[in-house]
Each structure stands twice: as C-alpha cells, then as structure tokens.
C-alpha cells in the first residue's frame, strides 16, 4: 500500500504518518525530515536549503525529487511508503508519477488532511520532538506522558524546529496556498483524492485515515 498524506503544515501529516508506518509495515518518507537530516550533517544539500527552510520557503524541485528517488528504494521489505511533505508542487506530483511508473509502484491513496489556519498556528507554536527518536509532541495536545522524558525512548533532550515561529509559519501558509493547493486538483481529477478532517483528538483523526486506507487495498 502506497499513501500520499497531503495537508497544510500543521495539519498533522507525520502524526499521522507514524501511527500508519507502525500498523501497515510502512515507510515514512518525508522530505521535511531528510532535508533536516542534511542540514544537521551540514552536507551542500543542507546548507543551501537551511537558509531557504529558515524562510518558509519551498527548496527547489529538482533537489528535492533527486533526493526522494534515492529514498523510494529504501521501501523494499516493507508493505509500502507513506509520502508525507511531497508531493509540494506540480512539478513534484508530475515527477512522482513518472517515478511510480518506472519503479512500477502503484499509488492508492491521497489523503488530504484539511485544517483551518488559526488551529495550524496553535499546533505549530507548541510542537516540539524527541532529538534521539524524533517521536512528535505538542505542549497542549500531546505531552510526553512525564515531564521531559520521552514516551518512546526515554531520552531527555528535545527539540522545537527554528520555521516553527509565527512569522515563518505565516510564509509557509503562504507557499502553502500558492504552491502546494493548486495540486489538489491535479489528484482529484485522477480520482484518487480523499479528504479527512483534521480537527479533533489525534486517535480519532487516525480513525478517519483508517477507514480510508482500510477501504482498498
Ligand atoms: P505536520 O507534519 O502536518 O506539519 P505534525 O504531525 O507535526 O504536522 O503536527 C503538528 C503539531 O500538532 C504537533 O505538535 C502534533 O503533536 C500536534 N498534533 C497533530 N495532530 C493533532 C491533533 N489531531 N490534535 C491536536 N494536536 C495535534
Ligand atoms: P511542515 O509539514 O510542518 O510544513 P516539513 O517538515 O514538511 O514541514 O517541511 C519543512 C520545510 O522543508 C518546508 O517549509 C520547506 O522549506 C522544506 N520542504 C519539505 N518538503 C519539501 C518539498 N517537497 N518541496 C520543497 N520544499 C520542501
Ligand atoms: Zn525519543
């Protein structure tokens, strides 16, 4: 099974995205993720997007496609991928096809997970993650079971992303809506497009994500 999760940042796509990899067998691919990897390693990938990241914008096309073809491989052994954070532009979701298509990989759903924007600017201010594990958290709406210890791994050190601030936040809505809505189209006249609601507790936005994943295939 192959899932795209679409949604604004915020919307709770990695959320999600992990509660699906645990139960399907699946892989989380999300470019977020490894361009934050690149910059912690400093490599020139991470060092040209860092500053672009820091901005709220959209690191260029044909960096981030060479960099999710590497990682499509890396989904061998498991039931399938879940692509959380691309497909962010036209380009992207056409250069995605033409990758599904020679890797013969079949794409079964997309999911687009819909929230309003003062929600998006309360989960962005509180959200902060594990540094050993990554597991995600949010001050209000998921602290760590004790205070300062991580849930899943035990570590104590944690970390609150740099474009989490309200200004940031403000240009990646931005780019959001003009670069990455206007592919919503694109996937729902293909047919494959399913929307979720995102608002209300995390199990029960998992529950609406179930019901479509478990729907087919
Ligand atoms: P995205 O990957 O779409 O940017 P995240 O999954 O990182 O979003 O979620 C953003 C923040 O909101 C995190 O701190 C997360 O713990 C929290 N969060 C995710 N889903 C919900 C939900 N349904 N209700 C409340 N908070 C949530
Ligand atoms: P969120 O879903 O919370 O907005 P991500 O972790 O997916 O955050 O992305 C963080 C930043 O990484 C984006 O603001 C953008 O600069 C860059 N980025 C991630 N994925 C892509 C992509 N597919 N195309 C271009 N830039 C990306
Ligand atoms: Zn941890």
Redesign the pocket.
Known sequence: MNVI?L????????????QLEEEFNLVQL?T?DMLREEVKAGSELGQTAKKIMDAGELVPDDLIIAMISDRMDQAEGKNGVIL??FPRTTPQAEALDAMLTEKNIQLDHVIQ?E?AEE??V???S????CAKCGA???????PTQIEGVCDDCGSTEFIRRSDDNPETVRNRLAAYEKQTAPILPYYAAKGTLQKVD?????????RRVKEIVSGGS
């Open positions: 999760l949604g604004p940042p915020g919307a709770g796509k990695g959320t999600q995205a992990k999300s977020g959380d954070g997970i929230i929600i998006i309360a989960r962005l509180g959200r902060f993650g995600g958290y949010h001050d209000e709406f998921k995102g608002l209300g507790e995390i199990d029960e936005v998992y």
